[in-house]
């Protein structure tokens, strides 16, 4: 029986490799700040939150992150996109922020929740997308997205302007996706 730990030990030292570190805000895929009244000492978390087409949803609060505490009621936060949500899958995302009131590192029903007006689409291949209705169910007013023309991998669609050539874009990485309350 003195063999099962022997074999435990080089399994256990590759999950400890695989493990990341936490990296400054700006040095992840997607960055930007949060902002506003959150309460006394908020346990502020992101979440990728949107749907695969057709019906695979997605609420994901453990994607890698940083939050960090930037004074005056203003966080610096960075998050790590996947880089396939759902596999094979085209979506519609948001990253939203969340006070995890009962810390367990998931976006729950009732918890304070804020996003903002851009949605990020990704698309396994480039394409026209068909208009899309964001189910009711999801944090935030039900929206619906036009009929857009996205580049394979992550997009970017600033629903406060229209469609254009630039809008949405294909994007690597984003800074400047504020959040605010």
């Known amino acids: 029986m003195r063999l099962f730990p022997a074999l435990m030990l080089p399994a256990l030292l590759l999950?400890?490799?695989?493990?990341?570190s936490?990296?400054?805000?700006?040095?992840?895929?997607?960055?930007?700040?949060?902002?506003?009244?959150w309460g006394t000492s908020p346990?502020?978390?992101?979440?990728?939150?949107?749907?695969?087409?057709?019906?695979?949803?997605?609420?994901?609060?453990?994607?890698?992150?940083?939050?960090?505490?930037?004074?005056?009621?203003?966080?610096?936060?960075g998050f790590d996109l996947p880089n396939t949500p759902l596999p094979n899958v085209a979506g519609v995302y948001q990253v939203v922020a969340f006070n995890d009131t009962n810390n367990d590192a998931r976006?729950?029903?009732?918890?304070t929740i804020a996003r903002n007006r851009q949605w990020l689409i990704y698309s396994p291949v480039s394409t026209t997308t068909q208009p899309i209705t964001i189910p009711d169910f999801?944090?935030?007013e039900n929206e619906g997205l036009p009929a857009?023309?996205?580049?394979?991998?992550?997009?970017?669609?600033?629903?406060?302007q229209g469609p254009s050539a630039t809008n949405p874009r294909g994007v690597q990485t984003i800074?400047?996706?504020d959040i605010s309350r």
Not at 15 to 20: D, M
Not at 57 to 63: E, I, L, P, Q
Not at 107 to 111: D, K, S
Not at 151 to 158: E, I, M, T
Request: with cysteine; charged share 15%; net charge negative.
């Open 107 to 111: 976006l729950n029903i009732g918890e």
């Open 138 to 140: 999801l944090p935030g």
């Open 15 to 20: 999950a400890a490799c695989g493990q990341t």
């Open 43 to 77: 346990r502020l978390r992101l979440a990728l939150v949107g749907t695969g087409v057709p019906v695979a949803v997605s609420t994901n609060s453990t994607v890698a992150q940083n939050v960090v505490d930037n004074g005056n009621d203003t966080w610096l936060y």
């Open 175 to 177: 800074t400047g996706y």
């Open 22 to 37: 936490v990296k400054a805000p700006s040095d992840y895929r997607l960055s930007g700040t949060l902002a506003g009244d």
């Open 148 to 160: 857009l023309t996205v580049s394979a991998g992550w997009n970017l669609y600033d629903r406060s």
